[in-house]
T-cell receptor, first 115, second 116 residues
Framework: DARVTQTPRHKVTEMGQEVTMRCQPI?????VFWYRQTMMQGLELLAY????????DSGMPKDRFSAEMPDATLATLKIQPSEPRDSAVYFC?????????????FGDGTRLSIL | AQSVTQLDSQVPVFEEAPVELRCNYS??????LFWYVQYPNQGLQLLLK??????LVESINGFEAEFNKSQTSFHLRKPSVHISDTAEYFC??????????????FGAGTRLAVHP
């Protein structure tokens, strides 16, 4: 059964450090999403890629966050420098075609703790 | 802007009892509606969706949701819940962004706790 793979599953680091989260979308999927989940804000869309091009990153803090897709099999989300308020679970999801017809498939998330 | 309101943050229920998780959306145009489920320490999984046609949609594990345009609601129901249904449930609506593509707007989630 094809799955979205996220690494690492857990990350604990000190504030000020760079954090890189990786996502391997399902082979053949052409849309990739990054979400952040917190108790206070719920599920927020950070970035949306289609065919490796960014379509919407309006939800992402531009000063410290960056998202890229170096190739079709890898998406990255970086935080530099990290802050305690970045502590959350970060999910990657991938899909094929239009979201109305094809569901998003989520990875199991990266649980990030910034001390 | 489209939005989704899930009226209950937590719903406790006993096993084999019926349950309804409420969802209201705001939109002035045609909508596509979804319910996703999140089990502990996992990502979200699609439970069911409404795109068009019959207003009652069903999932493979006994959940159903009814699209009600006049009340702008898409409530999720199950006539008899199991312990294994304990999870967080998210209602979502699709919205169109630049270029004609769609993205999902999620509600805050409802935590369903099924007790023996």
């Amino acid at each position: 059964d094809a799955r979205v793979t996220q690494t690492p599953r857990h990350k604990v680091t000190e504030m000020g450090q760079e954090v890189t989260m990786r996502c391997q979308p399902i082979l053949g999927h052409n849309t990739v999403f990054w979400y952040r989940q917190t108790m206070m804000q719920g599920l927020e869309l950070l970035a949306y890629f289609r065919n490796r091009a960014p379509l919407d990153d309006s939800g992402m803090p531009k000063d410290r966050f960056s998202a890229e897709m170096p190739d079709a099999t890898l998406a990255t989300l970086k935080i530099q420098p990290s802050e305690p308020r970045d502590s959350a679970v970060y999910f990657c999801a991938s899909g094929l075609g239009d979201l109305r017809d094809q569901p998003q498939h989520f990875g199991d998330g990266t649980r990030l703790s910034i001390l | 802007a489209q939005s989704v309101t899930q009226l209950d943050s937590q719903v406790p229920v006993f096993e084999e009892a019926p349950v309804e998780l409420r969802c209201n959306y705001s939109s002035s145009v045609s909508v596509y509606l979804f319910w996703y489920v999140q089990y502990p320490n996992q990502g979200l999984q699609l439970l069911l969706k409404y795109l068009s046609g019959s207003t009652l949609v069903e999932s493979i594990n006994g959940f159903e949701a009814e699209f009600n345009k006049s009340q702008t609601s898409f409530h999720l129901r199950k006539p008899s819940v199991h312990i294994s249904d304990t999870a967080e449930y998210f209602c979502a609506v699709s919205t169109t962004i630049s270029g004609g593509y769609n993205k999902l707007i999620f509600g805050a989630g409802t935590r369903l706790a099924v007790h023996p």
